[in-house]
């Protein structure tokens, strides 16, 4: 079975109480990134993964894991 | 006074809605007009011929660029960013594959009917520059929706 991506984005961004256009801004980025990457519409690049993580500070590895 | 996220947002979903209307208005054109096949003579026509190709050159590089020359270029960054630049390179790699398609049907039917070069080339890319954009507009839209 192939592996897939999953994320806890969705929860991290709750968990903070911030919008997706707050975490957006925090990162640079449009809401449509945001609202894709939580829906797993789009895998993001190893930059914006680390720019995610960092902005909720946490892990990369915490936000993002492999399944499968 | 809004963000820049907020003002990037509105500009993408219009700029979403724009290239699909942008897409159905160029195809509807064709088929209104069929600048290729109209039997009048070529100076008659020449006009209609260079329209098609200002509009087909000019469709292709807002796919390739994502448009949006008349904003800020934070916000143009924020509309065309990491989501916005993978979609366009998926509705470029369909509207080739589109293109592909036809460019071997176009091969094969010119055995039956002759076709001039300058027709070949307009039914190749006229449905895949359409399509293509057709494509990056729902793309774009289902990016913008919320789950």
Redesign the interface.
């Known amino acids: 079975m192939p592996e897939s991506l999953t994320n806890r984005l969705r929860e991290e961004r709750a968990r903070r109480n911030l919008t997706q256009?707050e975490l957006?801004?925090l990162v640079?980025?449009?809401?449509?990134?945001i609202?894709?990457v939580?829906?797993g519409?789009?895998v993001?690049?190893t930059i914006?993964a680390l720019r995610l993580a960092r902005a909720l500070n946490v892990a990369v590895e915490k936000l993002f894991q492999l399944t499968g | 006074m809004p963000?820049?996220?907020?003002v990037?947002?509105k500009a993408?979903r219009k700029r979403a809605i724009a290239v699909a209307i942008a897409a159905i208005v160029f195809l509807m054109i064709q088929v209104v007009t069929r600048p290729v096949f109209n039997p009048l003579p070529e100076t008659a026509h020449l006009s209609k011929v260079i329209m098609w190709a200002i509009n087909a050159g000019a469709l292709l590089l807002l796919l390739m660029t994502g448009g949006g020359l008349m904003q800020r270029k934070e916000i143009r960054t924020?509309?065309h960013?990491?989501?916005?630049r993978?979609n366009s390179r998926s509705a470029i790699v369909f509207g080739y594959w589109i293109a592909m398609a036809i460019a071997i049907a176009v091969y094969v039917a010119a055995g039956i009917k002759p076709v001039s070069a300058r027709e070949a080339v307009y039914l190749i890319v006229t449905p895949s520059v359409g399509i293509a954009l057709l494509s990056f507009s729902w793309l774009?839209l289902?990016?913008?929706?919320?789950?």
Do not use: C, M, Q, Y
Request: zero cysteines.
């Open positions: 256009a957006a801004e640079g980025v449009s809401r449509k990134t609202n894709t939580e829906n519409i789009f993001p690049s914006l | 963000s820049n996220v907020e990037a947002d993408s924020l509309i960013d990491e989501v916005s993978n774009e289902r990016a913008h929706s919320d789950a």
